[in-house]
């Protein structure tokens, strides 16, 4: 069984910053890509970033030149790095995670409120 947990969210003033966090943890084949959607409210899920086992990273336009994702292998681990937030960012953010039999796995998601 494969877990995925985010955290890292919270409160934060536009133009601020946020690291958020993702673990993935229990018996599972090996990992390929893994990313963030995020969920704004009344909005469907979007597409926010992806990075591959070797490190190429991809990025909405929307957070492209202020978002930063990374991963650490050997802690089955990624990092999202987000500055210049902005109150549109508001939303709550889910990793997601793709083994090598390019089976998807989601996390619960953590909330992440962009407001002064």
């Known amino acids: 069984q494969v877990q995925v947990v985010e955290s890292g969210g919270g409160l934060v003033q536009p133009g601020g910053s946020l690291r958020l966090s993702c673990a993935v943890s229990g018996t599972f084949f090996s990992i390929n890509d893994m990313g963030w959607y995020r969920q704004a409210p009344g909005k469907q899920r979007e597409w926010v970033t992806t990075?591959?086992?070797?490190?190429?990273?991809m990025y909405a336009a929307s957070v492209k030149g202020r978002f930063t994702v990374s991963r650490d292998n050997a802690k089955n681990t990624m990092y999202l790095q987000m500055s210049s937030l902005k109150p549109e960012g508001t939303a709550v953010y889910y990793c997601?995670?793709?083994?090598?039999?390019?089976?998807?796995?989601w996390g619960q998601g953590t909330q992440v409120t962009v407001s002064s």
């Open positions: 997601y995670v793709q083994d090598e039999l390019l089976r998807d796995y």
């Open positions: 990075i591959s086992t070797s490190g190429t990273t």
